[in-house]
């Protein structure tokens, strides 16, 4: 397997645009999750996924994020309006814990920079 | 509620110094602890993993860490450095009751050639 792959991996784009990331888990994995990773806050988990259904999605910052998982290998994040703050490297991952490894893979991840 | 703390958020060692990094837990149900490394510019890789049984872990490039139930700690070590580890490094906790993993916030480790 490929393992989870992001697109893309830089993105540049100005404040008030619509920022979209993707992500492919790893086949056969029904766990995905979405992190950020900044300097000050570390690795924040967003959102995670169960079956493609939203488990939590607590950790999402505000209104202007949202986040998607149409099938089981396709999930994106969308920022709208992206801001400066929003700046950050966006890690994408997945499990399969009912195999017994709960342990997450992660993807490449996408820096993303506003400005 | 859970967590995941590291003690030091940046060490720096000379080679073949010692290394060990703590991590703390805080956790009510069946414990899986995770130590995860981050090389510049890449992504996370899992660098070993605790289950059950043994408490010492070992795992991939010389890396062990301890599982000390009493103490809620799951620290990580390294008896003799390289350049190579420079990274930053990741204690994670799976919360079963949730299917989710939540890390502590790292630690930025440079190793003086």
């Known amino acids: 397997d490929a393992g989870v792959i992001q697109s893309p991996r830089h993105e540049v784009t100005e404040m008030g645009q619509e920022v979209t990331l993707r992500c492919k888990p790893i086949?056969?994995?029904?766990?995905l999750f979405w992190y950020r990773q900044t300097m000050m806050r570390g690795l924040e988990l967003l959102i995670y996924f169960n079956n493609n259904v939203p488990i939590d999605d607590s950790g999402m910052p505000e209104d202007r994020f949202s986040a998607k998982m149409p099938n089981a290998s396709f999930s994106t994040l969308k920022i709208q309006p992206s801001e400066p703050r929003d700046s950050a490297v966006y890690f994408c991952a997945s499990s399969d814990p009912g195999q017994g490894n709960t342990e997450a893979f992660f993807g490449q991840g996408t820096r993303l920079t506003v400005v | 509620a859970q967590s995941v703390s590291q003690h030091n958020h940046h060490v720096i060692l000379s080679e073949a110094a010692s290394l060990e990094l703590g991590c703390n837990y805080s956790y009510g149900g069946t414990v899986n602890l995770f130590w995860y490394v981050q090389y510049p510019g890449q992504h996370l890789q899992l660098l070993l993993k605790?289950?059950?049984?043994?408490?010492l872990v070992k795992g991939i490039k010389g890396f062990e860490a301890e599982f000390i139930k009493s103490k809620f700690s799951f620290n990580l070590r390294k008896p003799s450095v390289q350049w190579s580890d420079t990274a930053e490094y990741f204690c994670?906790?799976?919360?079963?009751?949730?299917?989710?993993?939540?890390f502590g916030k790292g630690t930025r480790l440079h190793i003086l050639p």
């Open positions: 605790y289950f059950s049984g043994d408490p």
């Open positions: 086949s056969g994995h029904d766990y």
């Open positions: 994670a906790l799976y919360l079963n009751r949730d299917d989710k993993i939540i």
